[in-house]
């Protein structure tokens, strides 16, 4: 059954109470999976009842929803910071590389976005939210690239694609590499990646 939420009078504590569900939606989703964790199982762990939470999202799909937008809007922040932040476009790129590879090596939040993909083979609305949100990633990778200041300009566009798609597969396969190798070293993997993705990030001669 569909639900409505509510307006709310306080708009700063409305959004405290969704962040509040969210987080605890998110530990669910992470220790139960999507359709492990129902309503109920959320609203225990949010500390709010069912239909509390009802008043601020009209169901579970709303809550992956707003999850999703929470990832994109940090993502877009990140890119952003890269864009105002002067000097030597690729430097800027490289000297990220940490913090991306802690994001994609971070176990707790890899649980959730497995869960978010494995719920995408079965739900085609999550499915668009998840494609909507790589095509403005690629879409902001790729202003970075071909951009003012950006060390691709003039490569053909096809080709600029092409590297954009081998940058996140390596940096989306850092999650596998760690599940499957706990003992992976960080401090020689960023050794590695880092004369990698400046490769990626230059015209070839």
């Not at 225990?44 to 069912?50: D, I, Q």
């Not at 202003?143 to 694609?161: I, K």
Request: hydrophobic letters at 40%; a negative charge.
């Amino acid at each position: 059954m569909t639900q409505k939420t509510k307006r709310h009078n306080d708009p700063a504590l409305a959004e405290a109470r969704r962040n509040q569900v969210l987080c605890a939606a998110a530990d669910c989703f992470r220790r139960k999976g999507y359709h492990g964790a129902g309503m109920a199982e959320i609203s225990k762990t949010a500390g709010m009842s069912a239909g509390h939470i009802y008043n601020y999202f009209a169901s579970k799909e709303a809550i992956i929803e707003s999850i999703v937008e929470r990832d994109m809007e940090e993502m877009f922040s990140i890119f952003k910071e890269f864009a105002d932040k002067p000097g030597d476009r690729v430097t800027v790129l490289l000297d990220g590389l940490d913090r991306g590879v802690e994001r994609h090596t971070d176990l707790n939040q890899g649980a959730l976005d497995l869960e978010m993909l494995a719920e995408a083979a079965r739900n085609e609305k999550v499915a668009n939210l998840l494609r909507g949100s790589d095509t403005h990633a690629r879409d902001s990778m790729r202003e970075l690239l071909v951009g003012e200041r950006g060390p691709l300009q003039g490569t053909a566009l096809e080709e600029v694609n092409a590297r954009i798609e081998v940058m996140f597969s390596v940096m989306g396969g850092l999650l596998l590499r760690k599940m499957l190798n706990p003992d992976l070293n960080i401090n020689e993997l960023h050794k590695a990646l880092r004369p990698a993705m400046k490769t990626l990030l230059l015209p070839f001669e």
